[in-house]
T-cell receptor, first 114, second 110 residues
Framework: DGGITQSPKYLFRKEGQNVTLSCEQN?????MYWYRQDPGQGLRLIYYSQIVNDFQKGDIAEGYSVSREKKESFPLTVTSAQKNPTAFYLC?????????????FGDGTRLSIL | RKEVEQDPGPFNVPEGATVAFNCTYSNSASQSFFWYRQDCRKEPKLLMSVYSSGNEDGRFTAQLNRASQYISLLIRDSKLSDSATYLC???????????FGAGTRLFVKA
């Protein structure tokens, strides 16, 4: 079955540590996104990529970094500069580069501080 | 003013009831509209797209009013399994211009 796989489901970060969240899709989608969801709030865009080897900052990129070396993969690193990383992180993809088609989500990673 | 606004609820309804949610958006250039469903501690899942002429999918009906800049979702004959948070999603060109509402919580009780 085609889909988006995120790992791990749960992740704990120690102070000063960088952690990387994995996102892989086999939907052959061009565009991929990372969102952060905090309780009672809508999804906020961290980074997005519309094509391999290219990515752009979203609304809350500070303290995060990404790469897009392969079409299928869009890992997110939460750096030690992100002082409030506890949240639900969602990876999504969509087939378009500019037509506003619906996004499909992985099942998320919950990140907490130790 | 938020770009996409929803009544957070919760809406508490008995099984079999009809319930409606509204959502307003601020960008008149918005082009695509969707409703997603999100279960507790799960990822959002696409429920349906919203078309200008209105559209129906089983017990669910979505409407778009461009003049007043709102979309609606109507759920008929509510089931216990409809209990979830419903996210209003608006796009104004390109996936990175997708705005998610904070959601409306629905509880359907026996």
């Amino acid at each position: 079955d085609g889909g988006i796989t995120q790992s791990p489901k749960y992740l704990f970060r120690k102070e000063g540590q960088n952690v990387t969240l994995s996102c892989e899709q086999n939907l052959n989608h061009d565009a991929m996104y990372w969102y952060r969801q905090d309780p009672g709030q809508g999804l906020r865009l961290i980074y997005y990529s519309q094509i391999v080897n290219d990515f752009q900052k979203g609304d809350i990129a500070e303290g995060y970094s990404v790469s897009r070396e392969k079409k299928e993969s869009f890992p997110l690193t939460v750096t030690s500069a992100q002082k409030n990383p506890t949240a639900f992180y969602l990876c999504a993809s969509s087939p378009d580069r500019g037509r506003g088609q619906p996004q499909h989500f992985g099942d998320g990673t919950r990140l907490s501080i130790l | 003013r938020k770009e996409v606004e929803q009544d957070p609820g919760p809406f508490n309804v008995p099984e079999g009831a009809t319930v409606a949610f509204n959502c307003t958006y601020s960008n008149s250039a918005s082009q695509s509209f969707f409703w997603y469903r999100q279960d507790c501690r799960k990822e959002p899942k696409l429920l349906m797209s919203v078309y200008s002429s209105g559209n129906e999918d089983g017990r669910f009906t979505a409407q778009l009013n461009r003049a007043s800049q709102y979309i609606s979702l109507l759920i008929r004959d509510s089931k216990l399994s409809d209990s979830a948070t419903y996210l209003c999603v608006v796009n104004h060109g390109g996936g990175f211009k997708t705005i998610f509402g904070a959601g409306t919580r629905l509880f359907v009780k026996a």
